[in-house]
T-cell receptor, first 112, second 111 residues
Framework: EAQVTQNPRYLITVTGKKLTVTCSQNMNHEYMSWYRQDPGLGLRQIYYSMNVEVTDKGDVPEGYKVSRKEKRNFPLILESPSPNQTSLYFC???????????FGSGTRLTVV | GQQLNQSPQSMFIQEGEDVSMNCTSSSIFNTWLWYKQDPGEGPVLLIALYKAGELTSNGRLTAQFGITRKDSFLNISASIPSDVGIYFCAGRSNRDDKIIFGKGTRLHILP
C-alpha cells in the first residue's frame, strides 16, 4: 500500500530533550515536506526537500532540523524542544512540487 | 511570507444543501489544490488544478482555478454527513516551489 509513515503518533517530552520524528514513504517520491498544524493557523511548512541532499526552509523553520540522506526518509529533528513546539506535525510526499501531497497520519507532540 | 485567505472559516449547513468556499491570494499561483481532513487523520487530496479557468469535478465536488490565477473555489453539491471535516486550499505561486496552505474551512452538517 502506498503510504507515508510517521513515528511516533504521540509523544510527550520535556523541554530541552532532543527528539526525532521519523518519516518514510514507499512511493519513490522526490518531494517531501514537514508541516505543523495549530488551531486557527492551519498548516505551516517547516522544511521541504526536492531531492536527496537538497533541503530548504519553509515558513517556520526555527528550532527544527531535517536531513534527506536517502529518498524514502525525511526525519524531523528538534535539538532542544520548547513548549511552543507543542503541535500536530505532518510529513508529506509527492512526485514533484506541483503534484498533490500524500500525508502521513500525523504526530502529536507535547513539550512540557 | 505569502498567504492564502480562505473563507468562510466555518460553515453550519443542513444535510442536502450545496456548499461553496473559496481561497484568494495576493500573488499569482500556478497550482491550486484542495484537501479534506477528517478528525485524527492527515489531509487527503480532493482536486488538483493547473490552468487558469480550469473546472474539475470529483463526484459531488467541483473546483475552479480562477481566471486571474489569484483565487480558487470549491463547491460541494447535495452535502451528506461524511462531508463533515476541514477543507484546505493550497497552492504554489510562480515565485518558488513551496506549497502553502490556507487556514481551512470547517464544515458542520446539522441533522
Amino acid at each position: 500500500e502506498a503510504q507515508v509513515t510517521q513515528n511516533p503518533r504521540y509523544l510527550i517530552t520535556v523541554t530541552g530533550k532532543k527528539l526525532t520524528v521519523t518519516c518514510s514513504q514507499n512511493m519513490n517520491h522526490e518531494y517531501m515536506s514537514w508541516y505543523r498544524q495549530d488551531p486557527g493557523l492551519g498548516l505551516r511548512q517547516i522544511y521541504y526537500s526536492m531531492n536527496v541532499e537538497v533541503t530548504d526552509k519553509g515558513d517556520v523553520p526555527e528550532g527544527y532540523k531535517v536531513s534527506r540522506k536517502e529518498k524514502r526518509n525525511f526525519p524531523l529533528i528538534l535539538e532542544s524542544p520548547s513548549p511552543n513546539q507543542t503541535s500536530l506535525y505532518f510529513c508529506a510526499s509527492s512526485l514533484a512540487a506541483d503534484y498533490g501531497y500524500t500525508f502521513g497520519s500525523g504526530t502529536r507532540l507535547t513539550v512540557v | 511570507g505569502q498567504q492564502l485567505n480562505q473563507s468562510p472559516q466555518s460553515m453550519f449547513i443542513q444535510e442536502g444543501e450545496d456548499v461553496s468556499m473559496n481561497c484568494t491570494s495576493s500573488s499569482i499561483f500556478n497550482t491550486w489544490l484542495w484537501y479534506k481532513q477528517d478528525p485524527g487523520e492527515g489531509p487527503v487530496l480532493l482536486i488538483a488544478l493547473y490552468k487558469a479557468g480550469e473546472l474539475t469535478s470529483n463526484g459531488r465536488l467541483t473546483a475552479q482555478f480562477g481566471i486571474t490565477r489569484k483565487d480558487s473555489f470549491l463547491n460541494i453539491s447535495a452535502s451528506i454527513p461524511s462531508d463533515v471535516g476541514i477543507y484546505f486550499c493550497a497552492g504554489r505561486s510562480n515565485r518558488d516551489d513551496k506549497i502553502i496552505f490556507g487556514k481551512g474551512t470547517r464544515l458542520h452538517i446539522l441533522p
